[in-house]
Every structure is written in C-alpha cells, then in structure tokens.
C-alpha cells in the first residue's frame, strides 16, 4: 500500500504531464488520455466520455450513499503577459510554473490520488467516484453537464478549484443577458427619430442603481454590471438600436429565473438571456462534511467565482488546493508543498465520513 508522500509524488508528476501537454476548452482530448492512463496503470478501471474520465471505487456496501470528487482538466487561453512558457512545468524554488496549474491542475490530481489511496481501504461507508472533466472554463455542454445523467444519483459532491483548502460552502450563479432597445432611426440635425441610446442609457441606469431585497449572509447582495454597449453606424443618424451586454451574480437567496422576472419587468429593451441554468450553489452548515471540516479547523466562507459546482443538484463543497487569484493570470503556478497538504486533507476529511441519502 502506497504512503501518502507517494501519492504526493505521483500526483505533481502527472501535474506536469497535464501543463506539458495543451488543454483548451473543447480541445482536451490528449489530458484525457493522460487521466485515463493514470487510472488504467493503478488498476482503478476507469471510463470516459468524450473528454470526461471517470472511476467508481469498489468498497463500499450496496446501497451505499454516492460521493463525487469533481475537478476539471481544461484551461484558458494563455493571456500575452506569460513570461515563461505556459506549457513548460517549470519548477523553481519549489514552484511549478505552468498552465492550468492552480486553476484546476493542482485540485485535479489531488483528488485522483486521493481517491486512489482511498480505494486502497477495506471498505468506505459511502460509493466514492472521481470524475475529472472537461469544459469547465466555458461551461461547455461536453463537461460535468453531459456526464451527470451517466454517473446516476450523488448524494453528495467536492468540487476542487482553488480555495486554498478551506470550505466554500456557497458560490455565485451567472447570468449573462444580451439586451437591445429599439427606436427609430432620424437625421441628427433635425428633432426626427428615437434614440435607441438614450432608452437604452435609461435601463442601464436601473441596473446600476437597483437593490434586491434579499442580501446573503455569505455572498452578499445580487450583483448586476453592464460590460459591453454597442450603437450607431454614422456620426449624423439617430440610432434605431442600441445593444448591451449585462453580466449577473445572483446569491442563493434567488434562482436565476426570478432575477430575470424582475428585470423584465422593469426594463423596456428586449432581452435575450444566454442561459439560466448556472444557478447558485449553497451547502447547509450542519451537513456532515462541513462539520467534520470545521472539527478540523477549517475556515469556511462563501465564493464569488462560478464553477461546474452549478451543474450539481446535491448539496456540494467546494474546496482545493492554491488561490483563486493566481487563476487566469499569466505565469500562473502552484506550490509543491500545496499539493503535499491538500492530499492528507482531503483523506483526513473523507475517512470516516459518514454522509446522508439525499432525498
């Protein structure tokens, strides 16, 4: 039976093997490989779906309640900033420099091992799966999303992202609505036509001034930001239309589609909503694995970062290895020693877990 510091050691090797080998969203399939060889060679039967790899352990009891590790092995463009190559696993000091590496790489394969190691006991009290999938970055219909309905009921779920091993226990949904006011066209000159602009100045101002009701404890208020406009094809013509892009963080306090019911409500433009159903996501204090979290003296608090925990119905936990702010920026890494740390957590947290059916 392998110790805890091999696992370690396995795991940053096959960290490296994921940056050293290109991963953008849609285009995983060779990472995939990677995850499927890893699982093949330690006998833990794996399968895959598209560019999604999954295992299910052994040992646990018929009819035992099923718990999903979840983390993702797709990236991001790397930005123009990066000063070393972001497909090269440098390691400086104690550093691995890559892409991907915080932002999933490192929750990732701390996960895979300890599901392997896990795998390992007599027996769990629980079904334990591990699925690492794709499209995370782009909440492609290709991921989590498309796997879900294969793996069957979860009772419960970790999501490993970047939280510095504490326990998100809520995150923000999203929203992304693309809204145009119409009006009509008119010589600039003269006092002729209606200013799609100007109507469409006066629903952006509703969005920058309004206040939902309901403000959560751990997310804070509704969060509504118009990120893009666009009007006009000539200095001297009113314009007839004017589009714009508003981005929305909803707390748990709200479904998607009721923020969207009061926006249409007090607005005039059309609107066209890109997708409903990256809700928020909120796990109750007193389940079992956030006690058992607490008892260790972890820190909980509530994320404004989106990530496939939205896909899941079951109460979920969102917690991994490195800081939500190395994501996305350039020369991105992660820490040895954060890897050597999340490995033992994450075993210490799971071992003689007890979880509930969820109804």
Request: glycine content about 6%; hydrophobic content about 40%.
């Amino acid at each position: 039976m392998r110790s805890i510091g091999q696992w370690s050691d396995m795991a940053i090797d096959l960290l490296r093997k994921l940056i050293a080998t290109p991963s953008l969203s849609r285009e995983e399939d060779k990472t995939a490989d990677l995850i499927f060889k890893f699982l093949s060679e330690l006998d833990l039967a794996p399968k895959r779906d598209k560019n999604n790899v999954w295992a299910a352990a052994g040992n646990a009891p018929e009819g035992a309640p099923v718990l999903l590790l979840n983390s993702h092995h797709d990236t991001v463009k790397p930005n123009k900033g990066w000063t070393k190559d972001p497909f090269q696993p440098t390691i400086e000091e104690g550093v691995l420099y890559g892409l991907g590496s915080n932002d999933a790489g490192a929750s990732a394969v701390s996960l895979l091992a300890t599901f392997a190691y896990l795998s390992q006991l007599p027996t769990l009290p629980y079904q334990l799966i591990v699925a690492i999938t794709a499209e995370e970055e782009v909440s492609g219909k290709d991921g989590i999303r498309d796997l879900l309905p294969t793996l069957g009921k979860i009772d419960c779920a970790i999501v490993g992202e970047p939280t510095e091993m504490q326990l998100a226990i809520a995150e923000k949904g999203l929203m992304v609505l693309d809204i145009t006011a119409h009006g009509k066209a008119g010589h600039a000159a003269r006092e002729e036509g209606e200013n799609a602009l100007y109507k469409a100045m006066d629903d952006i101002q509703w969005f920058r001034t309004h206040q939902f009701e309901r403000v959560s404890d751990l997310l804070g208020p509704v969060k509504m930001s118009v990120t893009q406009i666009n009007a006009g094809y000539q200095h001297n013509v009113v314009p007839d239309e004017c589009s714009y892009v508003v981005d929305i963080r909803t707390n748990e306090c709200y479904q998607n589609e009721e923020v969207l019911e009061i926006v249409k409500a007090n607005i005039v433009g059309t609107i066209n909503p890109r997708s409903y159903h990256l809700n928020s996501s909120q796990i109750s204090l007193d389940h079992p694995l956030i006690q058992k979290g607490k008892s260790m003296g972890l820190d909980h608090y509530g994320s404004p970062t989106l990530s496939d925990q939205a896909m899941l119905s079951c109460p979920s936990l969102k917690m991994g290895p490195g800081k939500s702010s190395r994501s996305h920026t350039a020369d991105e890494y992660i820490l040895l020693s954060e890897i050597k740390e999340a490995i033992p957590l994450y075993i210490k947290l799971l071992e003689n877990l007890s979880i509930p059916h969820t109804a």
